[in-house]
């Protein structure tokens, strides 16, 4: 009795930002994180019950309901579909309940859940198959196997839900769905890339001699000049010898020019 007074005074401020609040919800998280009527995975875990009353008093629900439904997966929060398909069907956006047709068995099992949204009368649908099911990989789930009905109707219901009731769900998905996506891959780029990586690379492992890669275009250009240089006379290749040589004195010239002008 003591702790439904307490988590239902936690309503009267913002959890987060003020300090009363904060300090009287944090108590409570205490509270259900010592309590063995919570699951395991957070049971003495204070932070994530603080959250858990967090998410409950967004979602105006019974603080407990929501840490029995609330499942951790790969570092992931997802609901038990089950509970969502009893919030979408009490939250008055569908007239009466979800429903399911089932269609084929085996390989050509089909699920549809069905609903009628309460503001237009419109009867809404989402269908789930085997095929499906093993194109997206759900069937790693061994239930999917043993029983494969009750696991599409959590699909199906779900896909129902977050198509035509997403606030239901707050944004989060089932575990279902959790436990079925794709690995994450860290596709982040290095700070460093390119020619300047493999210098850095290669004075760590104390390489003496560091050729950064060709540039073909570079290359080529490089090697039509050689070929046109050996079509070149003695007296032409003196001239270009003493042009190259004039304009870097005219290049040093000016370059001192300046230095001595800003002296």
């Given at each position: 009795m ?5 988590v239902?005074?936690?309503?009267s ?6 300090k009363d609040?904060f300090?009287?919800?944090y ?18 875990k ?11 008093r ?6 407990l309901m929501?840490m029995?439904n609330l499942y ?13 398909i ?7 956006i569908?007239?009466?309940r ?8 085996g ?5 549809t859940?069905k ?7 419109e009867?809404v ?10 194109a997206?990989g ?6 999917y ?6 696991m ?8 129902l839900?977050r198509?035509?009731a ?21 596709v ?5 890339g390119?020619?300047i990586?493999?210098i ?7 390489k003496?001699?560091?050729v950064?890669?060709?540039n ?10 050689e070929a ?10 003196d001239?270009?010898?003493?042009a190259e040589?004039?304009?870097?004195q005219?290049?040093?010239?000016r370059?001192?020019?300046?230095k001595?002008?800003?002296?």
């Open positions: 003591e702790v439904s007074t307490e239902k005074s936690i309503g401020g913002d959890m987060l930002l003020q609040t300090e009287q919800a108590r409570a998280a205490k509270l259900f994180a010592s309590s063995k009527l919570v699951p395991q995975h957070l049971q003495g204070e932070a994530d019950c603080f959250i858990a009353l967090h998410i409950a967004r979602m105006q629900e019974d603080p929501v029995q951790i997966v790969s570092g992931k929060p997802g609901w038990a579909a089950q509970y969502m009893a919030r979408a069907n009490r939250s008055g569908f007239k009466g979800i429903t399911w047709d089932n269609k084929g068995s390989e050509t099992l089909e699920v859940a609903a009628t949204l309460a503001e237009t009368g009867v649908s989402a269908s789930v198959n085997m095929k499906m099911a093993k997206e759900w069937t790693k789930n061994a239930k196997q043993s029983m494969p009905e009750h599409f109707k959590y699909r199906s219901a779900t896909m839900i198509l035509y997403p606030e239901v769900m707050l944004g989060y998905q089932t575990i279902e769905e959790i436990e079925t996506l794709p690995e994450m891959k860290d982040t780029p290095p700070k460093e390119g020619i990586a493999n850095n690379a290669a004075i760590e492992q104390g003496e001699e560091i950064p890669p060709a073909p275009a570079l290359v080529e250009s490089l090697e039509k000049l046109k240089k050996k079509e070149l006379t003695e007296e032409e290749m001239a270009i010898d003493m040589a004039s304009a870097q005219e290049d040093d010239n370059f001192n020019f300046v001595g002008a800003k002296a």
